[in-house]
């Protein structure tokens, strides 16, 4: 049984279509990232599987479970996008509240809270009210509210908004570690280089729709691009691979290392063969990676108005020499 699963999810609100026909599976012990821009219909998603908004068709399951099952709610912990916490609650009353809510027995709570607070690093100041706190001690108190009850499955709307690098490295380690203990954790989040550190899976939505999905390293695998190194002296054939039909780029401000794409369903091995047979010795062969944002920016680009080119970096389709 899938932790999450939609089937072909759809929301509109009025004439706005927020999600398009969106299946995903979330397993038991991933930690499961929803990317997309602003609007992309990240936490229309999150919230529907909450039942906070109603789906308009298709299926959305949680723990097996219809969305918004109230016996699943219990079993869910959420950190909202705009959560605002009442000023007047201090950190620990306003976990003391939740936790009643989600019917923690009271001396649990009491044991509970300052261990969760402790581990978001606010327990310090758990007396102070909520008003004298800090964005990112808002935010901290946020994730320890989701984590109260010791639920199976945490669904975070961008946790490490308002954080600061060292707090979000904390979080991070703090996700990695509820992981171990078999939490499952479904996060949105626009810090695509923290994603890329923290999560087994990843989805790309874009304008309702879901664009890519899969484990970090198949969307970061350039398909078919190496570069190549020779030993020192010698000069990388390039007409001759060219001729071969692999398209061939000098890499510049490298030791002189060459890129060379491979046509669809090739492999290197006519590159190395070539390459040996004309007695040259290849001292660096790296199949190429693309960052996470890389790919991001490569699949949203000029998706929306409002996407700069110029913000476009990475691996492009690479043409013969330059
Ligand atoms: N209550 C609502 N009424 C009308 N439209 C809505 C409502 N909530 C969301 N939308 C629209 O649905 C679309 C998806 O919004 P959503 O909040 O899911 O995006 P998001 O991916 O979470 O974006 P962000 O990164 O800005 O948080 C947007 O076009 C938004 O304007
Ligand atoms: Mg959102």
Redo the contacts with the bound molecule.
Sequence with gaps: MSVIETRDLR?T??R?E??KGVSLRVEKGQIYGLL????????????ILLGI?GKTEGEALLLGAPAGAVEVRRKVGYLP?DHAFPGYHTGYSLMDFYGSLYGVPAAERAKKIPEALELVGIAGRMHSKIKTYSKGMKQRLGIAQALMHDPDLIIL??PTDGVDPMGRKEIRDLMADLKNKGHTIFL?S?LLGEVELICDRVAI?QQ?KLVREGTIDELTKTKGTYTLGLLAGQTFPTDAVTALGFPVRALPDTAGHFEVTLPDGKTIEPVMKLLSERGLTVVHIVEKKQSLEDVFMTTVEGAEPGVDRKRRRGARPVGGGE
């Design positions: 929301k609100y009025g706005i927020a999600l997309g821009q602003n609007g992309a219909g990240k936490t229309t998603l999150i919230k908004v996008e709307d961008e949105n626009h939505l309702g």
